[in-house]
């Protein structure tokens, strides 16, 4: 797989034309970035929306810390291809090197709950969550041999689902229904 670089013209001869190399998917990764930057830019709407930060129960502390932790996480490691692409101008190194990045997010997060609170962990929670960890590491570790774009894309992608549904289950459960909207309740 080799880099495409693309092409920029100027109508104007006083300019120089400019090659601009740019990394398979950037597009993909770049916006996956954005997203990430919005999950925790959310998630810190919710920490400044509490009235009382000091009352958050475990639970909730830890939804919120581990949203941005996340989502800042997985920015990094999309915009870091960018300029490791633009030093290398080769998308294999660059697979590669996001695929050690992305090996080295499971295996950090497996690493914070080496000691799991028995408050946010359940048994059966983080016996999944150590599964899937170890499956992600696997596959980040295998793909740094393989160089796959469509292996760190998805990699990528599951990332992000771990943000995007620990803001979902910590949304819907500060709801409560149509009062938390503003709205009248049932019996109103």
């Known amino acids: 797989m080799v880099g495409r670089p693309v092409v920029a013209l100027s ?6 034309v400019h090659i601009i ?3 398979e998917g950037q597009p993909f990764f770049t916006t996956i970035a954005g997203l990430s930057i919005s999950l925790a830019g959310f998630g810190a709407v919710i920490a ?46 660059t697979i590669r090197v996001g695929s050690a990045l992305a090996a080295l997010f499971a295996i950090t997060d497996v690493w914070r709950v080496r000691r799991p609170d028995p408050v946010v962990w359940d048994p059966v929670a983080l016996r999944v969550f150590l599964g899937l960890s170890g499956a ?16 760190l894309q998805a990699l990528v992608l599951f990332f992000l689902t771990s ?24 019996g109103d």
């Open 21 to 23: 190399a740019t990394v």
């Open 11 to 16: 109508t104007d001869p006083n300019r120089a």
């Open 163 to 186: 943000p995007a549904a620990i803001f979902s289950n910590f949304v819907r459960e500060m709801g409560g229904g149509s009062k938390a909207l503003g709205g009248p309740s049932p």
């Open 136 to 151: 992600l590491f696997l596959l980040s570790l295998l793909n740094i041999l393989w160089a796959s774009l469509g292996w």
């Open 48 to 93: 400044w929306l509490r009235d009382d930060p000091s009352g958050w129960d475990p639970i909730n502390l830890w939804r919120v810390k581990t949203i941005v932790r996340h989502a800042l996480t997985i920015a990094f490691l999309c915009l870091t291809l960018v300029p490791v692409h633009t030093f290398t101008q080769d998308d294999v190194t």
